[in-house]
């Protein structure tokens, strides 16, 4: 409920909106079974990229250059995640949860993209550090840390 709230008042009544709206229903359950199972699972990320897509869309047929740049930033997100996972970074679901959630943050600002990868990169860091060193860990979850990225930029849109 409070993600659903935070979207409303940062978005307001836009296209993106609606992926954001189903963003703050899965994000707990999204980040539980990342933390539990470590996947992310395409029945979620599925419907919410299928979401942003129409919201890309929609906003193509208000504003086509806001939709070109939303295009064009989700690709490079796509890119990075990418090439991250193939280094072994990351796994896929993170990289399919990434693109979806820069596709909703860049069609409301590009650059809060950025800012949610910056945030995302460091808060996981700072506690992959604290895991690695504390528990011997060899991996955590990054599902969780885009999550929190992506509702830090949302609420830095506002």
Known sequence: MVFAILAGVAFGPVPALVPALALAVVTPVLWRVDVVARRLPNGLVYPCGALTAGAVIASGV?????????????????????????????????????????????????????????????????????VLLRVRARSIPFGPFLLVGFWVAVVSVA
């Not at 890119?79 to 979806?100: E, Q, T």
Request: with cysteine.
């Open 62 to 130: 208000v504003d086509a250059d806001a939709a070109t740049a939303a295009l064009a930033t989700v690709g490079c997100a796509a890119l990075v995640f990418v090439v991250l996972s193939i280094g072994g970074g990351m796994g896929m679901g993170d990289v399919k949860l990434a693109v979806v959630l820069a596709g909703v943050l860049a069609l409301v600002r590009p650059d809060a993209v950025v800012l949610a990868a910056v945030i995302a990169f460091l808060s996981g860091g700072v506690v992959g550090l604290i």
